[in-house]
């Protein structure tokens, strides 16, 4: 079997997001994809090929400069790959990646001359996992090499025509889960404590005279500080001597429910990190602290909450805050206020609550599920 997927969006001209502003299926109605996909499966590889283009749906307007889309996404005419996930025996995982891809610029992009060529990577890492029911130990090797071939550039450039690096990168994740059962507000309840420790060493390769077709800084959360390298993508690999700790303990209630969740973690660097999102060397050795807890101890509500703190200024850096109540199905209200210092302050509401029922309560009972028959009820959704 050869699963294939297509999807063509386009639109017959550029004004055509603001002529019809809801006949776009898509969260980026002046960014059309067009994306073809196809995937088999030879024994223990997985094989892909996929072709995508984009239509910018550009609008200059002499009184605003910035609102033409710059810089617009690269186009991947074509993108083939396999890739291999294999135990090979003594405990070990062998995974592989290996990717060719030829990157150009929409037609109608601003920057005509931006970098475009072709780039062949491979990934491949070897791990031993050990585990055993309250913990697991696994040291991995990861080495991501890629070649360049470019396209010749009309100006002057920095970037190497034809370019390849090799960069390796070993780590060591290891994470325990304690339990213990106790009593809390005059109930029995199970407590966790989930300490986690990454060790990553990366050296230093000078990555300035690469290009750099799709590789991004990832947003510092809990899930990110937890992953060796501090870009998505392929081109960029940050290097890193560092060690990550963090702790999480939740509380279970007999029937196995989180009732409550408390986590913290941060990183610790051993020398100054050169390659980052930035583009500016990061120096500061204790990383901001991340704060997590959420809480569903109240019947109907539930209370999610992080925050970034940051030692050297001695306050909160980010804060994302969140109340939901729900007593009943179709029945919600939902608060949340987000911060980042010096950027943004945000407060969101949105609900959704039963305005009319169409029978007596005695004899029908309001739906719990959305594939339940909802003929005849009426409901009031919004956010703000």
């Not at 970034?308 to 939902?334: C, E, H, K, L, M």
Request: hydrophobic share 35%.
């Amino acid at each position: 079997n050869t699963p294939l997927a297509v999807r063509v969006l386009r639109a017959s001209d550029d004004d055509y997001w603001k002529d019809f502003p809801r006949d776009l299926p898509s969260i980026t109605p002046r960014l059309l994809l067009s994306d073809v996909q196809a995937a088999r499966n030879f024994g223990d590889w997985t094989t892909y090929a996929r072709a995508m283009r984009w239509q910018l749906l550009q609008n200059a307007d002499p009184l605003n400069p910035d609102s033409l889309i710059n810089p617009a996404p690269y186009e991947r005419l074509p993108q083939i790959g396999a890739r291999r996930l294999k135990h090979i025996g003594a405990g070990f995982d062998l995974e592989i990646e290996g990717e060719f891809n030829r990157f150009t610029n929409p037609a109608n992009s601003i920057d005509q001359t931006r970098d475009t060529g072709m780039r062949l990577h491979t990934i491949a890492s070897l791990a031993r996992p050990w585990s055993t029911p309250g913990w697991t130990l696994t040291p991995k090797l990861t080495l991501n090499a890629a070649s360049y071939a470019l396209d010749a550039s009309p100006i002057p450039t920095p970037v190497a025509r034809h370019a390849s690096r090799a960069i390796p990168t070993f780590s060591i994740d290891s994470a325990w889960v304690l339990e213990r059962d106790t009593r809390w507000f005059g109930g029995d309840v199970r407590q966790t404590l989930e300490p986690r420790l990454l060790y990553v060493n990366t050296p230093l390769r000078d990555q300035s005279t690469l290009p750099n077709f799709d590789a991004a800084g990832k947003d510092f959360n809990f899930d990110s500080i937890y992953t060796e390298n501090a870009f998505s993508g392929v081109d960029r690999v940050s290097d890193a001597h560092q060690l990550t700790a963090g702790v999480t303990s939740r509380f279970l209630d007999p029937a196995g429910a989180e009732a409550l969740r408390l986590g913290v973690v941060q990183r610790y660097l051993f020398r100054d990190q050169i390659v980052t999102p930035e583009g500016t060397p990061f120096t500061q050795r204790f990383s901001d602290v991340l704060l997590l807890g959420s809480s569903t101890l109240l019947a109907g509500w539930t209370l999610d909450a992080s925050a970034q703190y940051s030692p050297d200024t001695n306050s909160i850096a980010r804060s994302i805050v969140g109340v939901r109540y729900s007593p009943g199905p179709f029945r919600t209200v939902n608060v949340k206020y987000r911060m980042t210092r010096g950027l943004t302050e945000q407060v969101e509401l949105g609900w959704q609550w039963p305005l009319y029922r169409s029978a007596p309560q005695e004899t029908r009972e309001w739906p719990r599920f959305s594939g339940q028959n909802c003929k005849g009820n009426w409901y009031g959704v919004g956010r703000v």
